[in-house]
């Protein structure tokens, strides 16, 4: 069976008109580190590669008197919102634990790892107590209300945490995930550093298991990004924390925990499908029994990724040129996610010298590839448009990225203030290109028809966020 028998007629129809060239995965990689220093916050460092960005936010945890300076600004305005942030580092970590080797090769693992560690850094400083976590860094409906570069924003800062009496089990799981995950990406560079996340990790873990609830109870702010269950953050970490320490404690939780069943996506707010393919792994590796209730994660997880490369029960739609479609708003967040679960679970296979068994066909570790290689293909420009949804890629992109920061002069450039309703008549109703482009950020993406609205106003296609690149960054490793 040819990887275009998993396709859809037009697509392969639409690949023969189009070629088959291949794409510069390894510059398209690039880009998408460089996303990440675009997105930072607070003091910027020395070799900071993206210089029409300036220090910003230096006052975070002033309210509560700690010092919450750093992290991310998770898209295109500029609150630290802890939920997707943790999940960004989670999925950054993914990549350099299977990649990293190609991530050196192609001479991007520092710039990975910095990435890595800008988040972890905060998140240290987020993590006061074991039981004490921050979870965000601003007010999202002023800042919404504003359109304000970062460096000169007026809008609050309140910081807001979960404790023993204001819990989240969401939060401190994805938190505890990304810490474990991060763990592993620095063990041989860095084992001290390494180890301190681990006792991070551990600790919240042990708070999101013993006092539970959803964020977004205890921080009415994070609405944003509310959660629709914390069932699956736990099972996440524990994943995590097992791959990482290979300690009983977390076999016990995985093995009575609730399995998931099969899930629709893998995303910031549903953990499950990500956790069942580790599992799936553990069973590979012989870690696990591969009987009862852990067969049922290998199960769940196959059935997504056969779902995914459309030999399931319940395949994911695609748009008649070739897009995996789930959802109208930000869909590509599905997609690059999807995809490293995939490239992954391939690998994994070809290890074993097995394929995967879905319910319409066997799919070999080179077919998961070749589906994998055409969705990066069609988000990097070859699709019905012929435009690159990230931005900085190819001849033809975004122009008017909902983005703050890109869409307002640099304040390296003029320094008088945008201010808070100013920006909006200034700036986001500007008809012309951003002033500054947001290399590797990656926009939601065309609709289920193809069609692409490049219009500022237009958040659900034109706004790129940090779980959109984060786990492209080892989908393009891998490659590269």
């Given at each position: 069976?040819s990887p275009k028998t998993l396709l859809p007629l037009g697509f392969s129809l639409l690949l023969l008109l189009q070629g088959a060239a291949s794409l510069n995965y390894g510059a398209a990689l690039t880009k998408s580190l460089l996303y990440f220093e ?327 570790p080179d077919q998961l590839i070749a589906f994998a290689r055409l969705q990066v293909d069609y988000i990097l420009g070859k699709n019905p448009r012929g435009m690159s949804y990230m931005l900085g890629y190819g001849a033809r992109f975004p122009q008017q990225l909902h983005h703050r920061g890109s869409s307002i002069v640099s304040i390296k450039k003029d320094k008088r203030l945008v ?62």
């Amino acid at each position: 069976m040819s990887p275009k028998t998993l396709l859809p007629l037009g697509f392969s129809l639409l690949l023969l008109l189009q070629g088959a060239a291949s794409l510069n995965y390894g510059a398209a990689l690039t880009k998408s580190l460089l996303y990440f220093e675009a997105q930072r916050s607070g003091k910027l460092p020395p070799n900071q590669r993206v210089l029409w960005r300036g220090d910003s936010a230096l006052q975070d945890g002033n309210d509560p008197g700690v010092d919450l300076v750093g992290g991310y600004y998770d898209a295109g305005d500029n609150v630290k919102f802890g939920f997707p942030h943790a999940f960004t580092v989670t999925l950054l970590s993914w990549g350099v634990i299977e990649y990293g080797q190609q991530l050196a090769a192609k001479k991007e693992l520092d710039h990975a790892m910095e990435a890595i560690k800008w988040g972890t850094d905060y998140f240290i400083k987020a993590h006061t107590q074991p039981n004490v976590l921050y979870g965000q860094v601003g007010d999202g409906d002023a800042d919404h209300a504003c359109w304000e570069r970062p460096e000169d924003m007026t809008t609050p800062r309140t910081s807001s945490k979960i404790d023993e009496q204001h819990p989240g089990s969401d939060l401190a799981g994805e938190t505890a995930a990304a810490f474990a995950a991060a763990s592993m990406a620095f063990s041989k560079s860095d084992p001290s550093y390494s180890s301190q996340l681990l006792s991070h990790g551990k600790q919240l873990f042990d708070f999101a298991k013993t006092h539970q609830g959803l964020y977004q109870s205890s921080i009415p702010q994070a609405k944003f990004y509310a959660s629709s269950g914390f069932e699956d953050e736990l099972v996440w970490a524990a994943a995590w924390l097992y791959r990482a320490t290979n300690d009983q404690t977390y076999v016990n939780y995985l093995g009575s925990a609730n399995t998931g069943g099969t899930r629709s996506v893998f995303s910031w707010d549903d953990k499950y499908t990500g956790a069942q393919v580790l599992v799936a792994k553990f069973i590979m590796e012989g870690r696990v029994p591969s009987t009862g209730n852990w067969l049922n994660y290998k199960s769940h997880a196959e059935q997504f990724i056969c779902n995914t490369v459309q030999k399931g029960y319940h395949n994911v739609k695609m748009t008649r040129g070739g897009a995996l479609w789930w959802l109208s708003w930000n869909n590509f967040q599905y997609t690059t996610s999807a995809l490293l679960l995939t490239i992954s679970y391939a690998d994994w296979l070809n290890t074993e010298r097995s394929n995967l068994n879905c319910p319409n066909g066997q799919v070999s570790p080179d077919q998961l590839i070749a589906f994998a290689r055409l969705q990066v293909d069609y988000i990097l420009g070859k699709n019905p448009r012929g435009m690159s949804y990230m931005l900085g890629y190819g001849a033809r992109f975004p122009q008017q990225l909902h983005h703050r920061g890109s869409s307002i002069v640099s304040i390296k450039k003029d320094k008088r203030l945008v201010t808070c309703k100013g920006g909006y008549t200034e700036w986001f109703n500007r008809q012309a290109p951003n002033p500054n482009i947001v290399y590797g950020a990656i926009a939601g993406g065309p609709d289920q028809y193809d069609n692409y609205n490049d219009s500022r106003p237009n958040y659900e296609q034109a706004e790129s966020a940090t779980v959109n690149t984060a786990p492209f960054v080892g989908v393009l490793a891998r490659l590269a």
